[in-house]
């Protein structure tokens, strides 16, 4: 019996040990050889150069420069750890410039006990502190000469145009692993092609974990980033900016934002919104600041948005040019609403240009109920309404269409004049540039091609597809012609210059109504007509000197016009 009793037990102390091992040398494997691995080897990531941003003339718009990590080497330090961590946490704050003092000191303080416990480690030789600090800051740390505390120089992302095009451009900042990543705008819709990959370099180290200088090396170099080279014109995007600025102090708008598109190729062109930011010191600013409003704000677009119905029902054959309304008389009632003109204006027996020339309301109905809902919905959709535009820029959302079938007489009448109907600047501007481009539909796109070491590479956009024919893409370009000589903006043409324009005010809906004293005023045009070298959209948001775009968002268009007609050597043909 004893024998049998010391044979079970010899045979469970055997699976015991079996199972330790199995759990040791399978289980958690990994995770000791990791620990081995550090008590005699040491190794660190090292970051791979970012790819730049350039615009069209190969000039930066982001790029790489020097930056500095400071780090500790625990066993030279000369100080009190509580002395340098409150030395140095001043220097390692990033304040936000909506924060009082209150806020300031609540985090100088977080950093100096972040500090502290870096400093206090007992397993680790060295450690680092603060990742990419300025030139200045580092001699400013310097000049405190406390032992211990170096640098190592590191890639730092640099904007040398400031905020220029910031919300076009997007911002470089950490992830969850501590990593540089790309937010927003081109830095982040290209963030895999512009990080490149990550080198890798380990060493031998004694126990202390100081590098052994016989020891082994291991280096894996890491794989800089592409560069990107833009359509933007660096020429346009500055008289853009300054235009814009001073349009949004002259009207008294909150913000606004300018577009602008080449229409043959999609090529963005320039672009800028306002209220803007610095992303080199994004970190100073809230989050409201980052989204870019051309690509992820919507809104009723109003009588901009006449010219794509009237396109669409003359590419229909629902109506033709001289096409006569025969209920323009007054005010129109459908169901409970009653629909009339924004000047109380009332044309009877008008053709469709002049139905575009005098943005006509009940003349916009008349076209859409020609057209009916199902056509409607499809020539929407085919001029890309209610789905992304495609552009190459993080961040791009879209207001969905009604679904077909599900459109009421009233949807399709205050459709057909631009309410009711929520969209994005960009998709205006990609569907619009159909009508500049033949009737062809183009995406837009910000990258021209991808450039590396001794090498390129053409960004080509899908193929153009084909919404509305050639001849009606030209029946309505030369309603748009005469809307910008003869329409409610005509004060503000500029005299012998072929442009085709449309203006566009917008109630902004308001918990279920339409707010009368809040608008937002846009001009789409392209110029010339004929041969159109640009397409500009041009939007004031609650612009309080007069809520109307013919007097807002028009003149701040031409103003524009005015420098980009002898930028491109546009004459004048009249």
């Known amino acids: 019996m004893r024998g049998k009793i010391l044979a079970f037990a010899f045979f469970v102390v055997f699976i015991s040990l079996i199972g330790r091992l199995f759990y040791w040398q399978v289980i958690r494997a990994k995770e000791l050889s990791d620990q081995a691995r550090k008590q005699y080897q040491i190794g660190y990531s090292v970051s791979a150069p ?47 410039i909506e924060e009082d003092a209150s806020g300031r000191k609540e ?46 120089k590191e890639d730092i992302r640099l904007y040398p145009e400031a905020s220029s095009a910031a919300q076009l451009l997007g911002f470089v900042g950490k992830n969850e692993e501590g990593q540089d990543q790309g937010y927003f705008g081109l830095e982040g819709h290209y963030d895999l092609i512009l990080s490149g990959k990550p080198g890798f370099i380990s060493r031998d180290s004694d126990a202390l974990g100081i590098p052994i200088s016989v020891g082994d090396t291991n280096e894996v170099l890491p794989v800089e980033g592409v560069d990107i080279l ?76 006449k010219v794509l119905i009237m396109a669409a029902a003359l590419d229909a054959d629902a109506v033709e040019a001289d096409t006569k309304c025969d209920i323009c008389t007054g005010p129109l009632k459908i169901d409970k609403y009653s629909i009339g003109t924004w000047d109380g204006q009332y044309y009877p027996d008008s053709t469709m240009k002049d139905v575009i020339v005098h943005s006509d309301n009940v ?73 500049a481009n033949d009737g062809v539909l183009l995406t837009p796109q910000v990258a021209d091609k991808l450039v590396g070491e001794n090498w390129e590479e053409d960004i080509t956009p899908e193929n ?74 041009v939007t004031l948001r609650e612009p309080t000197s007069s809520p109307w775009s013919s007097e807002t968002a028009a003149p701040l268009w031409y103003t524009i016009a005015k420098d980009l007609f002898l930028y491109y050597g546009i004459q004048p043909t009249e």
């Open 50 to 96: 970012r790819g730049n941003i350039l615009a069209s003339d190969g000039s930066w718009y982001a790029g790489r420069g020097d930056g500095w990590l400071v780090y500790a080497a625990l066993p030279e330090i000369d100080k009190s750890i509580n002395e340098i961590a409150d030395s140095l946490s001043p220097f390692f704050v990033d304040i936000n």
């Open 107 to 152: 985090k100088v303080l977080e950093e100096a006990n972040k500090i502290k416990s870096l400093l206090a480690k007992e397993e680790v030789v060295w450690v680092p502190l603060k990742h990419k600090i300025s030139l200045e800051t580092k001699e400013q740390i310097e000049a405190l000469a406390y032992g211990g505390v170096g640098f190592e």
């Open 230 to 305: 833009t359509h933007l014109d660096k020429a346009v995007q500055m008289i853009i900016e300054e235009a814009l600025i001073d349009g949004i102090e002259k009207y008294g708008a909150k913000a606004g934002s300018v577009v602008v598109m080449n229409p043959k190729n999609g090529g963005i062109l320039a672009m800028s919104s306002y209220p803007s930011y610095d992303p080199l010191e994004y970190y100073k600013y809230g989050d409201k600041y980052f989204k870019n409003p051309v690509v992820s704000d919507s809104f009723e677009p109003g009588s901009v948005f």
């Open 363 to 435: 003349g916009m109905t008349f076209v859409g109920e020609r057209l009916g809902e199902d056509r409607l919905y499809d020539y929407l959709s085919s001029f890309g309404i209610g789905e992304l535009s495609g552009i190459d820029l993080q961040g791009e959302m879209t207001p969905k269409l009604r679904e077909k079938g599900k459109w009421g007489i009233v949807d399709v009448a205050t459709a057909s004049f631009g309410q009711g109907v929520a969209i994005t600047p960009i998709q205006l501007v990609k569907a619009v540039s159909a009508i």
């Open 464 to 537: 153009g597809k084909r919404v509305i024919s050639a001849d009606a893409a030209s029946d309505i370009t030369s309603m748009m012609v005469e809307a910008a000589r003869s329409g409610e903006a005509k004060w503000t043409h500029v005299g012998g210059f072929n442009v085709a324009g449309k203006t566009g005010t917008a109630q902004i809906p308001i918990s279920g109504h339409y707010d009368e004293n809040k608008t937002i005023a846009s001009f789409i045009g392209f110029a010339p007509a004929d041969d159109p070298k640009y397409l500009m959209l």
